[in-house]
């Protein structure tokens, strides 16, 4: 190593290069917190409980209090166990034996003509032309039903086959029923029971259907309540016994329901009696929710002040974090009520992946996981099932190399949620050989699997969306301009073929090196296609493009060649624009050449003028200015070092890795690489990696003969065939030893 010095860092004036000031980043942390404090605090408000509720947590009584609920229970037992009182009205009574009194005396009467007119009949004495039995007895029964109290009409009158006497007595065997029920008491809802019994009574009297049936019926209409309810007494009465239950006491310190039990209403009576009716009565669980979501902020803002010092000192990107953060919170929150298991935790780990890098990624999903955890009401899985989805989604996408990388994401983020969800299940649950044990598994596996594949759209979807919106460039953004049919692209292979041949050389130098530096190989790679953009529109100023002989220099001043030459930057940065290329390649065409000198022209110039100090040196340096990143200061260096070696005639290993380390050092020394954040162990591997392409590139090779001597058929054939390749007659082992000693000896010219 034959650095001395260190390469400096940056400069106040880089550091201070996009800087907002300390109240506009103050202000936005206050949103971020009241944004998170509000989507969690959801989970945390004081809400009413409700019947059927599954309780928050234990309730204890502060105090001694009347369990009103049970108390009332009791009472209204009690007052159950009072009968009604009722009346008896003993006129209803008298009412009815009249009734019946009637209807028999006049039964009674029509019977007796009905057999009077019988008898004659059969004496023959009204046996005369056009009487008739049947229609004689019809008519009494129509006259018998208009002088009776009661509605018999579809009742059959058994006139004329009953004795007077027997009537007499179905008469009082009837009154007797009837007082004996009566007597008893009647009521208005026990009416069709007695009638029941009535009927019971008449079937054994010892009388002919056909006369049963009769009685029967006018015992059934003449039956009527003789008991009236006392609504008065009874309510007074049942008051007594209300009055006689003693008062349910719940004890101080007593449970009134414990956590996860199903709140009743007696449950919740008791707990408003005591003030508790709600389900987060304790205000001081959302001050120590706030007290925790401002720790885990400022550890976030300490570590981006020590670590990502660009996105502490950027608004945009703090504004973009915080509606992650916010974002995927709230989307959790909406998810929460369906399935802790849905929410999308990967989503936000491979946005902040591809928008910050992989480190930062895990730390937010660090704490977010701690965060959605506690959301799902302190669900230990759902936090460990959100922690190891962010990380395999940061894992897919850490290193982005195509498009394709955020789909198979999701199927990577799928795969591991489902063998995690059955990992928590087995180790909470157990296996059983249960259908509804497989089922539930089955479930939650299928939401983790789906989980991965919403992930994966919602960033894809979001993607754009953020890198328009805050004007960053991501890695997909990048993949997109390396796309050789880009029309920048195009447009300079087809202007500009040298140039672009030129490009792709300082790209695959430039993406070496920022691999072995830890820079950011994919920016390094398309800046270096597209820093040297600008040389299409005067393309055949520039050697690599130039064919013919004539050097259209040799015909201008030296001071108009240095002016064409360093207005590439200024062109290519107007090209970029037009095409809407990403800030950070706009940077690269600006500082890939710093503030060099055209030292050729310079010369030129100085050898030209009589008055070497009329020259001035700035009319000859490019702009800048100076890298201010380490992609721009590793394609400066390749830009150089690709240029310069195609200069050394007969390249070999040692001459390349001189010159290299040569201009490298050249560049330190003249204060090029001062803005940027190298150090002396990058430079150097910088340098390494530059020779160890270029060596590739411009390796030796073994010179064949035009002619070939002719096989011989005879003996010794063989050896005549491996001798034929070498013009001298030397073997391969000979060429390779002189190879390796052309090798050294060029390493000590370099030297």
């Known amino acids: 190593m034959f650095f001395k010095k260190g390469a400096q860092s940056k ?46 947590k234990n309730y ?51 019977n007796r003509e009905m057999n009077d007119a019988m008898e004659e009949a059969s004496q023959g004495e009204n046996n005369h032309e056009g009487w008739n039995e049947e229609e004689y007895r019809q008519e009494l029964i129509a006259e018998f039903n208009e002088e009776v109290p009661l509605d018999l009409e579809e009742l059959e009158i058994p006139l004329g086959y009953v004795e007077t006497d027997d009537l007499k007595n179905i008469q009082e065997d009837a009154k007797t029923i009837l007082v004996g029920f009566m007597d008893q008491g009647v009521k208005p809802d026990g009416i069709e029971n007695v009638q029941e019994q009535i009927e019971q009574r008449v079937e054994i009297l010892p009388y002919s259907n056909e006369m049963n049936e009769f009685t029967f019926h006018v015992l059934k209409e003449a039956l009527v309540p003789n008991m009236t309810y006392n609504e008065e007494a009874t309510e007074q009465r049942r008051q007594e016994a209300r009055e006689e239950v003693e008062p349910v006491t719940i004890m101080e310190g007593e449970v009134i329901v414990r956590e996860g039990e199903r709140l009743t209403d007696r449950h919740l009576m008791i707990l408003e009696d005591l003030g508790l009716k709600r389900a987060h009565g304790d205000y001081f669980m ?19 002040y020590f670590y990502q010092k660009e996105v502490f000192f950027s608004n945009n990107k703090l504004s973009l974090l915080g509606l992650i953060i916010v974002g995927t919170l709230l989307i959790a929150r909406i998810l929460i009520p369906f399935s802790g298991y849905l929410i999308p935790t990967a989503m936000a780990a491979i946005l902040i992946t591809v928008l910050f890098g992989s480190r930062f990624a895990m730390i937010i999903i660090a704490v977010m996981s701690l965060l959605i955890g506690i959301m799902a009401d302190n669900d230990i899985n759902i936090a460990i099932l959100s922690m190891v989805s962010g990380f395999v989604g940061t894992y897919s996408v850490a290193k982005l190399q195509q498009r394709g990388d955020l789909t198979r994401s999701g199927l990577y983020v799928a795969g591991a949620n489902a063998l995690v ?98 820079a ?95 020259i001035k040196e700035e009319d000859f340096r490019y702009a800048g200015p100076k890298p201010q990143s380490r992609e721009s200061a590793i ?16 390249p070999n290993p040692g001459k390349i890795k001189g010159l290299v380390r040569k201009l490298v050092k050249q560049h330190l020394s003249e204060g090029q690489l001062d803005e940027c954040d190298l150090t002396l162990r990058d430079l150097n591997k910088i340098s390494d990696s530059f020779v160890q392409v270029l060596s590739g590139i411009f390796h030796s090779r073994v010179e064949y003969p035009e002619n070939f001597p002719e096989r011989s058929t005879v003996n010794g054939t063989t050896n005549q065939q491996s001798n034929s390749n070498d013009p001298q007659g030397r073997t391969e082992k000979d060429v390779n030893q002189d190879c390796g000693n052309n090798a050294s000896k060029g390493e000590e010219r370099n030297s």
């Open 635 to 650: 394609i400066l260096l390749a830009d150089a070092v690709e240029a310069a070696v195609r200069t050394i005639s007969s």
């Open 11 to 56: 400069t106040t004036n880089q550091n201070q290069r996009g800087i907002s000031p300390l109240w506009q980043r103050v202000i936005i942390a206050l949103l971020v917190f009241l944004s998170v404090f509000g989507v969690m605090s959801i989970g945390f408000l004081p809400d009413t409980l409700e019947v059927g509720q599954v309780s928050p």
């Open 60 to 110: 204890y009584a502060p105090r001694e209090v009347e369990d009103s609920y049970t108390t009332e229970q009791r009472r209204q037992e009690a007052a159950k166990e009072v009968p009604e009182v009722y009346d008896l009205d003993p006129s209803v009574k008298e009412k009815s034996l009249d009734t019946i009194d009637e209807v028999y005396d006049i039964m009674i009467t029509f």
């Open 286 to 304: 959302l001050v120590g929710l706030s007290i925790l979501i401002l720790a885990i902020l400022a550890l976030i803002g300490m570590y981006l």
């Open 520 to 614: 950011n190989s994919i920016l390094s790679r398309v800046g270096a296609y597209y820093h040297d953009i600008g040389k299409v529109a005067r393309p055949y100023f520039f050697i690599e493009n130039q064919v013919a002989k004539d050097n259209p220099h040799d015909k201008i001043s030296p001071t108009l060649s240095s002016l064409i030459i360093t207005s590439h930057i200024k062109d290519g940065v107007e090209l970029a624009k037009k095409y809407k290329l990403p800030q950070a390649i706009l940077d690269i065409i600006k500082e890939h050449h710093g503030t060099k000198l055209c030292s050729y022209f310079y010369q030129k110039a100085c050898e030209s003028q009589q008055k070497a100090e009329d």
């Open 421 to 518: 969800i059955v990992a928590l299940l087995l180790i909470e649950e157990g296996f059983q050989v249960d259908p509804d044990v497989v089922i539930n598994i089955l479930i939650k596996v299928f939401y983790g699997i789906l989980n991965g594949f919403l992930s994966a759209i919602l960033a894809i979807g979001f993607l754009p969306f953020l890198e328009s919106g805050f004007g960053l460039t991501t890695s997909v953004k990048l993949l997109e301009l390396a796309n050789p049919n880009h029309p920048l692209l195009k447009k300079l292979l087809l202007e500009a073929p040298g140039t672009y041949h030129h490009s792709v050389i300082v790209a695959n130098l430039a993406e070496t090196a920022a691999d072995e530096v830890g």
